[in-house]
């Protein structure tokens, strides 16, 4: 967790650097589907979310907005459903999930968030 950051005086960031943390913590540890948090230590998208708010790296404010964007995101592609259902496909890859967090990063940040 060093390496990444989070241990060193955790600051909240806000979405667009929140998202993109998610896509770190899954490379570090691992993406999964249906569940949260897997046996192996594996996270989905709303697990490394629910890890990073439990360790001070994102208020719940924030990650409310983080997952706004998620669904704005998904919108954008034509999915009409949560990210976390959406996360769970079993038609949907690693690199899929993280283009899709990454794309969301994106509009935050041309946000102003």
């Keep these: 967790m060093a390496d990444l950051g989070l241990w060193q005086e955790p600051r909240p960031l806000k979405p667009s650097f ?9 490379n570090r540890y691992g993406w999964c589907q249906t569940c949260d948090f897997s046996p192996t230590g594996r996270m989905c998208i709303r697990g490394a979310q629910t890890f990073l708010e439990s360790t001070g790296h994102v208020t719940a404010i924030d990650r409310g907005r983080s997952v706004n964007y998620l669904q704005t995101q998904l919108a954008r592609q034509g999915v009409n459903m949560d990210f ?7 038609s949907n890859t690693f690199q899929g999930v993280e283009a899709m967090i990454s794309a969301a990063s994106d509009i935050a940040r041309r946000n102003g968030d």
Excluded at 18 to 26: R, S, Y
Excluded at 84 to 90: E, M, P, R
């Design 84 to 90: 976390w259902a959406w996360n769970d496909l079993s």
């Design 18 to 26: 929140h998202l993109a943390q998610v896509i770190e913590v899954l």
